[in-house]
């Protein structure tokens, strides 16, 4: 498959995993790009399935070692032995996968709105996005989300093919979601959104790990990524020497 990036800055390099349905482009929509390739070269992902990437409608595809190996893939055509990797949402998923499975690549982690501990908790509601983006039905898959109102969300619809995200989401539960955090090793600093239905289970991940935590006051899981500004001073300053 072709995996598309973006590559802007110089300095340490720093990855960015976007979760369902975003992209690099978002990365860059939001101002993180803009900020951190001031003192980093930013690496921005568009995971299989999204963005500029492929978009195979597979499952067996998007399962954790292959999503994993484009991550490497993209480390090696920028000639990066290793590297910090900022994972939001299902891009946290990944994330843990390339620090469990490849840790002599990464350096240390970055984990926004993911928690392993809720894989369980989220099956449900993953298996009717699953469902709904499956028959191409983008009213159904946001009611799951208490959204009627559709119109703000049009582009979202418009750069996305509803039958891949409905793989993707499958094939990250192949076999399962859940990643075995004793296999993470680096450092990992943790953050999600005190209105997040998963903020307990991060703080649980972090917990494990004895990692830093930060909840961001009065946001969502989207408000917690589409409002960088807090989200990247608490993340700069865990990064800072």
Not at 26 to 43: A, H, M
Request: glycine share 8%; with cysteine; hydrophobic share 45%.
């Amino acid at each position: 498959f072709t995996i598309h990036y973006e590559a802007r800055g110089a300095g340490p390099p720093l990855v960015l995993v976007p979760g369902t349905l975003s992209s690099a482009a978002q990365w860059e929509l939001f101002g993180y790009v803009e900020t951190l390739c001031d003192t980093y070269r930013v690496v921005s992902v568009d995971p299989l399935g999204h963005g500029r990437s492929d978009k195979p409608h597979d499952p067996d595809a998007y399962a954790a070692a292959g999503v994993t190996a484009d991550l490497l893939a993209v480390l090696d055509a920028e000639d990066v032995d290793r590297a910090t990797v900022w994972g939001y949402s299902r891009g946290g998923w990944v994330t843990y996968g390339l620090a469990a499975e490849h840790p002599e690549r990464v350096q240390r982690i970055v984990v926004g709105g993911f928690a392993s501990h809720a894989h369980q908790a989220e099956v449900p509601m993953q298996s009717a996005w699953i469902e709904h983006l499956g028959a191409g039905d983008w009213a159904s898959f946001w009611r799951t989300f208490d959204i009627e109102d559709r119109g703000p969300l049009t582009s979202i619809e418009e750069a996305n093919d509803p039958l891949a995200i409905a793989a993707a989401v499958a094939g990250s539960q192949r076999p399962t979601r859940y990643v075995d955090l004793a296999g993470i090793r680096c450092p990992s600093f943790h953050y999600v959104g005190d209105q997040d239905p998963i903020a307990t289970y991060v703080r649980a991940d972090a917990q494990t790990l004895a990692a830093p935590v930060e909840v961001c006051p009065e946001a969502t899981h989207l408000a917690a990524f589409a409002n960088a500004e807090p989200a990247i001073a608490a993340v700069s300053s865990w990064l800072r020497p």
